[in-house]
Protein backbone atom coordinates (compact mmCIF):
# COMPACT_ATOMS: atom_id res chain seq x y z
CA UNK A 1 0.00 0.00 0.00
CA UNK A 2 1.62 3.49 -1.19
CA UNK A 3 1.07 5.98 1.46
CA UNK A 4 0.66 9.84 0.46
CA UNK A 5 1.08 12.14 3.56
CA UNK A 6 -0.30 15.79 3.25
CA UNK A 7 0.27 18.23 5.94
CA UNK A 8 -0.60 22.00 5.93
CA UNK A 9 -4.06 22.73 5.69
CA UNK A 10 -6.30 25.10 7.82
CA UNK A 11 -8.01 28.25 8.64
CA UNK A 12 -7.25 30.92 7.00
CA UNK A 13 -8.47 34.69 6.15
CA UNK A 14 -9.41 35.80 2.70
CA UNK A 15 -5.77 37.08 0.86
CA UNK A 16 -3.64 34.92 3.44
CA UNK A 17 -1.69 32.31 2.42
CA UNK A 18 -0.97 28.49 3.32
CA UNK A 19 1.77 25.67 2.13
CA UNK A 20 0.59 22.38 1.31
CA UNK A 21 3.36 19.61 1.54
CA UNK A 22 2.69 15.78 0.23
CA UNK A 23 5.55 13.45 1.10
CA UNK A 24 5.39 9.87 -0.95
CA UNK A 25 8.02 7.01 -0.82
CA UNK A 26 11.23 7.68 -3.10
CA UNK A 27 10.46 4.70 -5.47
CA UNK A 28 7.10 6.57 -6.29
CA UNK A 29 8.03 9.83 -6.22
CA UNK A 30 10.70 9.67 -8.84
CA UNK A 31 8.70 8.59 -11.50
CA UNK A 32 5.49 10.06 -10.78
CA UNK A 33 3.68 12.86 -12.13
CA UNK A 34 2.75 14.57 -8.92
CA UNK A 35 -0.64 16.58 -8.54
CA UNK A 36 -3.34 18.67 -5.95
CA UNK A 37 -6.30 18.34 -6.52
CA UNK A 38 -9.38 19.48 -4.73
CA UNK A 39 -13.03 19.16 -3.90
CA UNK A 40 -15.57 21.12 -2.26
CA UNK A 41 -18.97 19.87 -0.75
CA UNK A 42 -21.12 19.52 -3.31
CA UNK A 43 -18.65 19.25 -6.11
CA UNK A 44 -16.52 16.88 -8.11
CA UNK A 45 -12.90 16.37 -7.56
CA UNK A 46 -10.76 19.10 -9.78
CA UNK A 47 -7.31 19.40 -10.76
CA UNK A 48 -5.57 22.24 -9.32
CA UNK A 49 -1.75 21.88 -10.45
CA UNK A 50 0.17 18.94 -11.05
CA UNK A 51 4.31 18.77 -12.23
CA UNK A 52 6.16 16.12 -13.94
CA UNK A 53 9.46 14.72 -12.68
CA UNK A 54 11.07 17.56 -15.06
CA UNK A 55 9.54 19.81 -13.27
CA UNK A 56 6.81 20.99 -16.31
CA UNK A 57 3.82 22.08 -14.43
CA UNK A 58 0.16 22.52 -15.48
CA UNK A 59 -2.41 25.05 -13.11
CA UNK A 60 -6.17 25.45 -13.02
CA UNK A 61 -7.16 28.60 -14.63
CA UNK A 62 -8.71 29.44 -11.41
CA UNK A 63 -5.19 29.66 -9.47
CA UNK A 64 -3.00 30.45 -12.19
CA UNK A 65 -0.86 33.53 -10.52
CA UNK A 66 -2.02 32.85 -7.25
CA UNK A 67 -0.63 29.33 -6.18
CA UNK A 68 2.89 27.59 -7.28
CA UNK A 69 3.57 23.78 -7.31
CA UNK A 70 7.15 22.46 -6.85
CA UNK A 71 8.93 19.81 -6.04
CA UNK A 72 11.80 18.61 -4.16
CA UNK A 73 12.79 15.54 -5.54
CA UNK A 74 15.93 15.02 -2.62
CA UNK A 75 13.12 15.22 -0.06
CA UNK A 76 10.66 13.19 -1.84
CA UNK A 77 8.11 15.84 -0.89
CA UNK A 78 6.10 18.11 -3.27
CA UNK A 79 4.43 21.42 -2.12
CA UNK A 80 1.63 23.88 -2.90
CA UNK A 81 2.56 27.78 -2.21
CA UNK A 82 -0.94 29.17 -2.09
CA UNK A 83 -1.32 33.03 -1.95
CA UNK A 84 -3.75 35.38 -2.16
CA UNK A 85 -6.45 32.81 -0.99
CA UNK A 86 -10.15 32.89 -1.31
CA UNK A 87 -13.03 31.64 -0.38
CA UNK A 88 -13.86 29.67 -2.78
CA UNK A 89 -10.57 28.23 -2.56
CA UNK A 90 -12.06 26.41 0.24
CA UNK A 91 -11.82 22.73 0.06
CA UNK A 92 -10.74 19.72 0.69
CA UNK A 93 -7.21 19.52 -0.96
CA UNK A 94 -6.11 15.73 -1.89
CA UNK A 95 -1.98 14.91 -3.51
CA UNK A 96 -2.21 12.09 -6.31
CA UNK A 97 0.80 10.30 -7.75
CA UNK A 98 0.40 8.56 -11.42
CA UNK A 99 2.64 7.33 -13.90
CA UNK A 100 3.42 8.91 -16.95
CA UNK A 101 0.19 9.71 -19.13
CA UNK A 102 -2.29 7.18 -16.26
CA UNK A 103 -5.67 8.59 -14.87
CA UNK A 104 -5.44 10.19 -11.88
CA UNK A 105 -7.88 7.67 -10.63
CA UNK A 106 -5.15 4.70 -11.64
CA UNK A 107 -2.35 6.44 -9.32
CA UNK A 108 -1.96 6.88 -5.58
CA UNK A 109 -3.85 9.66 -3.24
CA UNK A 110 -3.35 11.09 -0.05
CA UNK A 111 -5.90 11.24 2.84
CA UNK A 112 -6.67 14.88 1.97
CA UNK A 113 -6.00 17.96 3.94
CA UNK A 114 -8.92 21.21 4.80
CA UNK A 115 -8.14 23.77 3.55
CA UNK A 116 -10.83 26.50 4.61
CA UNK A 117 -10.91 30.05 3.62
CA UNK A 118 -12.78 32.20 5.72
CA UNK A 119 -13.32 35.50 8.16
Known amino acids: QVQLVESGGGLVQPGGSLRLSCAAP????????MGWYRQAPEKERELVADISTGGRTKYADSVKGRFTISRDNAKNTMYLQMNSLKPEDTAVYYC?????????????WGQGTQVTVSS
Open 26 to 33: GSIFSISV
Open 96 to 108: NSRFGTAAPSKGY
